[in-house]
């Protein structure tokens, strides 16, 4: 396997203000996105679990504090002139607010003509016009009521999947997507997400899917990382992790989903505090506050990664008797089957 | 069977814009009783969040409300006078309003802008009392009584969020209007949020407007669901009937596109966009995104119909 990307024992910790507590955003995860076998891996965790701060370490918008992201086997740091081109041809952002990423004194055609003209994608006027149509279209958008106008005309779904288009007009390697559709429709988040898709299955292109909703990770992606306040707690096959999850907290995740089923059990099945009681840099399993399973083993020393089965991981000491596994072999984990 | 408690009759809302006449509600009527909690889902700019403004009277230029009537506990509100409506406001009818949790003002203490709301609805207390409703209050949704000390940013998203809660229950209001009241929020802070909201409607004796497009969320929540589409209502029924029997394409759509837990396999969206409110097609406006759409569809729009406990307008219902 020829790793594209790969974020090696990658941790990131934000110093504190004036006599204030760092906070541990990223502790010591380990991802690798085949350059050969496109998948959809997807990256899910409540707010503060560190997802975003994974997306701007791989995208080498903010430097670690431990360990390294690397492309085509080179440290983000090391990389040469063309590399550092190369790299930010390959890899794609669509960001999760979509107020932020907009120049105002802009009409929205600047960001799409902006890379058009960089990467040469386009050799006429009326080529790069067609090229950005056919990129909006596929984003459900009509070019006649998007072109020419400025940000602020724009509802936020509309202006995110402006972001989308924009990075599929590169035809990149791999787009790192963090939180698209949160702003977004449930009807036009299924177009959208089958887009995502179809770019791995169509086009070759990897896609690091960043989200806080499982249900939708679950349809579209093949690998699942789950993080809870920057510790990967659960990882493999997504089939498998959301069907039968074994961490404690992915179950409470599957099971905060509201179902659209005539039963109504999910209000009355609330039974996990949502509250987080412990500071963060306690000893011990990261969840243990919340876990209705806590056993004194749990408070003591935080639990290894326990390979429970071969495309499965698990960070929870009711599975010791599985092998454990090290962060170095994690790819193996995710690698599509 | 009791008196409804909020009465929606033939209500239309348009916004006059240079190129034609949007008309963002239209007709709609339905009718809430005490305690109920209704849901109205539909994509965006179907003129969900529109209703909800229209209901409370805040409708500003270019827009207006062009006809219809909305009775609270039998008040006609359109006869009362801006006075008179904005003591009803909060005290009656309380919204929380979509991303309510960004609208805190972040240089005022929470216990500061909770005793604001009874200032400005003329109810003078004690500073004791204030402190004492206010931790009431707090405790209704959830909250340490030291929330009332901390400012927006010491507290997280879920939390302000039922501050927001907080805010719109301090004067034990009938009715309120929650518009995607979870949409920013984590799914575990979710339910947490919607039990809080579930726990004191119950102990108002209140009834809900729920908005939003999750109809998993609504399955689980309310009680009655109208679903909106290009500013009319489409469907009305039970949420048990919604769920299972689904009777407008719409509706169908609307819930296929929900990512199932269950199986994996092709998203479904609903195909097409959304159609522009100023610029209607004909006949039923979701003839050109419905697979099942006849001839007799695009020339006349469907009227509402009953059929058992569910209102439909669709020909083929």
Redesign the interface.
Request: no cysteine; proline share 2%.
């Given at each position: 396997m020829k790793p594209l990307v790969e974020a090696v024992a990658l941790s990131k910790r934000f110093a504190g203000g004036l006599g204030r507590e760092s906070t541990l955003a990223l502790a010591g995860l380990s991802l690798s996105i085949d350059a050969e076998k496109p998948s959809v891996i997807a990256v899910v965790g409540e707010s503060g679990s560190g997802k975003t701060t994974l997306a701007r370490l791989l995208l080498g918008l903010a430097e670690p504090s431990g360990g390294e992201v690397r492309y085509c086997g080179v440290d983000l740091r090391k990389l040469t002139r063309d590399g550092r081109i190369a790299f930010r041809r390959d890899v794609q952002a669509v960001f999760q607010d979509p107020y932020g990423v907009y120049n105002p004194f802009y009409r929205v055609d600047h960001v799409l003509a902006t890379p058009v003209r960089r990467f040469r994608l386009a050799t006429s006027r009326a080529d790069a016009r067609e090229l950005i149509g056919v990129a909006l279209r596929a984003v459900g958008l009509r070019p006649e009521e998007i072109l020419g106008r400025f940000p602020h005309q724009l509802s936020g779904g509309q202006r995110q999947r402006v972001m989308v288009a924009r990075a599929l007009l590169l035809k990149p390697k791999l787009i790192v997507a963090d939180e698209p559709v949160s702003m977004v429709d449930a009807s036009l988040r299924a177009t959208i997400l089958g887009s995502l898709r179809n770019l791995t299955d169509k086009h070759g292109i990897s896609v690091l899917y960043i989200t806080h909703d499982l249900a939708t990770a679950y349809q579209i992606s093949d690998a699942i990382l789950v993080l809870y306040r920057a510790h990967l707690v659960e990882t493999g096959a997504v089939e498998s992790v959301v069907s039968a999850p074994q961490h404690p907290y992915t179950r409470l995740l599957v099971s905060a989903i509201p179902r659209a089923h005539a039963v109504r059990d999910w209000l009355t099945s609330e039974a996990t505090s949502a509250e987080i009681s412990r500071s963060a840099n306690s000893v011990g399993c990261i969840f243990a506050d919340r876990c209705p399973h806590v056993a004194s083993a749990c408070l003591a020393a935080p639990p290894l990664l326990y390979r429970t089965e071969p495309q499965r991981a698990v960070a929870c000491v009711r599975y010791e008797n599985a092998p454990a596994l090290s962060a170095d072999h994690l790819a193996e984990v995710l690698a599509a089957k | 069977m009791t008196e409804p408690v909020l009465r929606v009759e033939g209500l239309r809302v348009a916004f006059d814009h240079p190129l034609g006449k949007v008309k963002a509600v239209n007709d709609v009527s339905f009718a809430l009783l005490l305690g109920e909690r209704f849901g109205l889902a539909g994509?965006?700019?179907s003129g969900k969040s529109t209703l909800a403004l229209a209901i409370l009277r805040l409708i500003k230029p270019p827009g207006r409300i062009e006809a219809g009537e909305v009775s609270l506990a039998g008040r006609q509100l359109a006869e009362l006078d801006e006075d008179a409506m904005r003591a009803l406001r909060l005290a009656s009818i309380a919204l929380v309003p979509q991303g309510s949790m960004n609208s805190l003002n972040p240089v005022l203490r929470i216990g500061q802008q909770i005793a604001d709301a009874y200032a400005d609805h003329g109810i003078r207390l004690g500073r004791g009392d204030v402190q004492r409703r206010i931790a009431v209050l707090l405790a209704q949704v959830g909250l340490p009584e030291s929330t009332a000390r901390m400012y927006p940013h010491e507290l997280?998203?879920?939390m302000k969020q039922r501050a927001c809660i907080a805010i719109a229950i301090c004067l034990r209001p009938k009715m309120i209007i929650a518009d995607e009241p979870t949409s920013?929020l984590?799914?575990?802070?979710?339910?947490?949020v919607?039990?809080t909201l579930?726990r004191v409607q119950e102990e108002l004796q209140a009834a809900v407007i729920l908005i939003g497009?999750?109809?998993?969320?609504?399955?689980?929540?309310v009680d009655r669901l109208g679903v909106m589409y290009a500013g009319r209502l489409v469907e009305v029924a039970p949420?048990?009937e919604i769920?299972?029997r689904p009777r407008h394409p719409y509706t169908r759509?609307?819930?296929a596109?929900?990512?199932?837990?269950e199986s994996?396999?092709?998203?479904?969206?609903?195909p097409g966009?959304a159609p522009l409110l100023r610029d209607l097609p004909s006949g039923c406006a979701f003839h050109p995104r419905c697979s099942l759409a006849m001839e007799r569809c695009r020339t006349e729009a469907p009227a509402m119909r009953e059929i058992g406990d569910a209102q439909v307008a669709c020909h083929l219902a």
């Open positions: - | 994509e965006s700019g997280s998203g879920g920013a984590d799914v575990v802070v979710q339910r947490q919607m039990g579930a497009h999750d109809m998993g969320l609504m399955a689980q929540f949420i048990a769920i299972e759509a609307l819930i596109s929900l990512p199932s837990l994996r396999g092709e998203l479904i969206g609903i966009l």
